[in-house]
């Protein structure tokens, strides 16, 4: 009988349905396997993987049919995280079994696939990361080249080499970092539609969908429109906001498109005013990208343009897309912003993980405003904006005059 590795702190070794986690933690396992294996993983009629996954308490789908021809097929396994990791072991046990059997000589390694969102942070940063899972679970892992990404395919394959049992421990913190990744965004994701009444996140292609990233519509569909909290609710439409976003000199004329056909259609899409800013000559390496328009159009429009920066490899296969963006606040606000001994703006950074930064002694513009900065990847820096703009909101809330009380009766005089 096949048992899981238990997880710390989740009790006993075998994964049972009563412990189900919360349903985000939910997502798939995804994995590639030979073409030649996937008949000894389903067994006669049908009897091994009905023993494996009534053991692991999961539900496995084999895609056979995908690819066809092709010397590997997917395999997506639905079930919590220990159960995932139970049946992933299980499967490479038979992979093994098989290969001996048939004397197949070639190594075979673990091979996961995760959507490319969440593959930044599984590296970290320089790398880190996954050096630290190599040394702990003595595994070599590689993970497939941006480039072998499509539209229609935005997983990368992850390839982890080594014995049974280290493989095993590798998927295990493979999957926790991807997990982890994935919880975030959606918490992101909930804020972010919480803080823009009725914004359907499912119809801006950003966020993973079906079975490469296991969210589904009604997770990403934004909640019914009316007042929502931290959103002043006077029944005017929400006020329009001016962020920089500063990209990559070299990725002007694929944010543009040829005679500006690009820059027109997300201008359209978003329900935004998008201009680039001239090049100033102080800084060579980036320009400014000046976008106008309510939450939901700074939402829309920033995300296609990260997304834009990824699709056309702005950024190394081994990097996230991380940008800058500068909000301006009064600098009567500003102080709002960093609150006391820097608490609100620490917050801040604990809350989106963006790296948000008021730099000290700025001399404020013509306008008596100051800038905000805001370095993050597309989610984090998102929350930083709407946390930034609702305390704004606040501020003006509580500068605009109160209406004089109403005096005392008047007492007539007979």
Do not use: W
Request: hydrophobic letters at 35%; one cysteine or more; charged letters at 25%.
């Amino acid at each position: 009988m096949h048992t899981t590795n238990a997880r710390r702190g989740r009790g006993s070794g075998s994964p049972s349905l009563g412990m189900r986690p919360k349903p985000q933690s939910d997502i798939p396992l995804r994995m590639l396997v030979p073409t030649q294996f996937v008949g000894a993983i389903i067994g006669k009629e049908g009897a091994t993987i009905r023993n494996i996954t009534k053991q692991t308490h999961s539900k496995i789908d084999i895609h056979r049919k995908e690819n066809s021809g092709a010397s590997e097929k997917p395999i997506t396994v639905h079930s919590t995280p220990e159960g995932c990791s139970a049946a992933c072991r299980s499967i490479m046990e038979i992979m093994a079994k098989e290969a001996l059997d048939t004397k197949f000589t070639d190594e075979v390694p673990l091979k996961i696939l995760a959507h490319n969102n969440f593959v930044g942070r599984l590296i970290g940063k320089e790398g880190r990361n996954l050096k630290k899972i190599e040394q702990e679970t003595e595994t070599k892992i590689t993970i497939s080249p941006l480039q072998d990404l499509t539209l229609y395919n935005p997983e990368r394959v992850i390839t982890v080499k080594g014995s049974i049992e280290a493989c095993a421990r590798a998927e295990e913190e493979v999957m926790k970092k991807i997990r982890e990744s994935y919880e975030n965004d959606v918490a992101a994701m909930n804020l972010q539609s919480n803080l823009i009444p009725g914004l359907n996140l499912n119809a801006l292609g950003l966020f993973p969908g079906g079975a490469a990233g296991g969210v589904t519509p009604s997770m990403v569909s934004g909640p019914p429109a009316g007042p929502q909290p931290g959103y002043p609710s006077y029944g005017a439409q929400p006020e329009s906001e001016t962020v920089y976003l500063f990209i990559p000199a070299l990725a002007v004329g694929a944010v543009i498109g040829k005679q500006g056909q690009h820059i027109k259609q997300l201008s359209r899409f978003a329900g935004a005013s998008i201009k680039i800013a001239p090049a100033d000559g102080t800084d060579t390496k980036q320009r400014m990208a000046i976008i106008t328009g309510p939450p939901e159009a700074q939402f829309k429009a920033q995300g296609r343009i990260f997304g834009k920066l990824k699709e056309e490899n702005f950024f190394g296969p081994k990097e996230e897309v991380k940008l800058e963006a500068h909000i301006k606040v009064p600098s009567s606000a500003a102080g709002r912003v960093i609150g006391k001994g820097g608490k609100t703006v620490n917050e801040l950074q604990n809350l989106s993980s963006a790296e948000v930064v008021v730099p000290r002694d700025q001399t404020p513009d013509e306008n008596d405003q100051v800038v905000v900065k805001i370095s993050g990847h597309f989610y984090a820096s998102q929350v930083a904006q709407r946390r930034i703009q609702e305390i704004l909101s606040q501020v003006r809330r509580q500068q605009q005059p109160k209406p004089a009380p109403p005096g005392p009766p008047m007492v007539r005089r007979k």
